[in-house]
């Protein structure tokens, strides 16, 4: 059974740098045919797929976020890493790590940290 | 590309069924067979009770059940237990693998 864990700082300051990272424990991120992704949900409001990580390594994200967002593995682990560049109060939400099972979807999560930008 | 329109509420009395509608495109829900759907209870993570239109993972009961008609996929619970009570959000995949969620449905147990 596959557990992933986000950790990270829970206040970043506008227009600095959000740096999030998820273990994997029951599985490993380089092989296999799962994805590993992102997804954010601001308080009250509904879920934004940020963008997945493949076993191999390459990245696809979410057009709106295209310009921001990196997501890459940590080397020699099974951890995967979010970074969204220039930060605002808008990107204050809770972010979630998944196991994503293409096409059928994210099916296994993470709990959840809140990140709130702010001065 | 926007996200996928849901009813923003549904209710429904315990023992009866409510159904939930999640409307995408031509280029998402009414061309792959791609659809998920999550229940979140607050401040909990989501949960998948299906995936494919309407395959279930294990361990979800089969009260929960899906279908797709053109743009529009559903999600019906029937028999509504208390703890059905909670957030519902479908998902689609679009051209290129980027995944798209709907706006999300609170349901509510009368």
């Known amino acids: 059974q596959v557990q992933l864990q986000e950790s990270g700082p829970g206040l970043v300051k506008p227009s600095q740098t959000l740096s999030l990272t998820c273990t994997v424990s029951g599985g490993s991120i380089t092989s296999g045919i799962f994805y590993w992704s992102w997804v954010r949900q601001p308080a009250g409001k509904g879920l934004e797929w940020i963008g997945r990580?493949?076993?191999?390594?390459?990245?696809r994200y979410n057009p709106s976020l295209r310009t921001r967002a990196t997501i890459s593995g940590v080397a020699s682990s099974d951890q995967f890493s979010l970074k969204l560049s220039s930060v605002t109060a808008a990107d204050t939400a809770v972010y979630y790590c998944?196991?994503?099972?293409?096409?059928?979807?994210?099916?296994?999560w993470g709990q959840g940290i809140l990140v709130t930008v702010s001065s | 590309q926007s996200a996928l329109t849901q009813p923003p509420s549904a209710s429904g009395s315990p023992g009866q069924s409510v159904t939930i509608s999640c409307t995408g495109t031509?280029?998402?829900?009414?061309?792959?067979?791609?659809v998920s759907w999550y229940q979140q209870h607050p401040g909990k993570a989501p949960k998948l009770m299906v995936y494919a239109v309407s395959k279930r993972p294990s361990g979800v009961p089969d009260r929960f059940s899906g279908s797709k008609s053109g743009n529009t996929a559903s999600l019906t619970v029937s028999g509504l237990q208390t703890e059905d009570e909670a957030d519902y959000y479908c998902s689609s995949y679009a051209s290129g693998n980027d995944l798209f969620f709907g706006g999300g449905t609170k349901l509510t147990v009368l």
């Open positions: 990580m493949s076993p191999s390594g390459s990245a």
């Open positions: 998944a196991r994503e099972n293409i096409p059928w979807g994210p099916e296994s």
């Open positions: 031509s280029s998402d829900i009414g061309r792959y067979n791609f």
